[in-house]
């Protein structure tokens, strides 16, 4: 169910417009490609598929840039709240640890310490006691799993059996098939996008 979830939040894509502009700029090219001569394709043509590529994979760059998050004990904290709201606990741990923190500060108040002061050495104790816990199994990076990709893979695939059932059915034309050209194209696009993700995040993950 948790998987599920994961594949449908479809909401979890960044960059959207960028993927949006790189499909405008594919399904405009494939009408004129197709209303040009769809047995040749011509070189301005051959460019504007390049573009739309290229476009495609500069999104999937920003995508993957703008998931990656620093692991919440490599950044600083200025904040006892915040800083735990970023760990990956459920609600009731957060609580617990906010409180022993937060007692653990004001102690250090009563011996003398800013409140600044406490926050900062309350914070680091954690870090120095998560550190010794987690030693080497605690990484840098915090990489989703990108299971979204493959949600929208899905919804490619649906559109363009979709569009070719319509085009196979009820009425065919250019258009119909520019668009289903277009949807499995993405469909395909999603599904590589997902698995080099993976690849790179093993790199990563050896890496650091």
């Not at 090219?29 to 047995?39: C, E, F, R, V, W």
């Not at 739309?52 to 200025?78: D, E, P, T």
């Amino acid at each position: 169910m948790n998987l599920l979830k994961k594949i449908t939040s479809l909401t979890d894509i960044k960059y959207f417009w960028i993927l949006l502009v790189s499909i405008a700029v594919f399904v405009v090219t494939l009408l004129i490609d197709y209303y040009d001569n769809p047995a040749h394709t011509p070189f301005n043509v051959l460019v504007g598929y390049g573009i739309a590529i290229i476009i495609g994979g500069v999104w999937a760059i920003f995508n993957y840039i703008g998931h990656i998050k620093v692991n919440v004990l490599y950044r600083k904290s200025k904040d006892l709240s915040s800083f735990v709201e970023r760990l990956v606990l459920d609600k009731e741990e957060k609580t617990e640890l906010l409180a022993y923190m937060e007692d653990y500060a004001q102690d250090l108040v009563h011996q003398g310490r800013s409140y600044k002061e406490a926050t900062a050495v309350a914070i680091n104790q954690f870090k120095i006691n998560e550190f010794d816990r987690l030693s080497k199994d605690s990484t840098i990076f915090h990489l989703p799993a990108h299971h979204y990709l493959i949600g929208y893979a899905f919804v490619a695939t649906v559109l363009f059996v979709l569009w070719l059932w319509i085009g196979n059915t009820i009425i065919s034309s250019p258009f119909i098939t520019v668009l289903e050209a277009t949807c499995f194209s993405y469909a395909s696009g999603f599904i590589v996008a997902y698995f080099l993700y993976k690849l790179i995040d093993i790199m990563i993950y050896k890496k650091f």
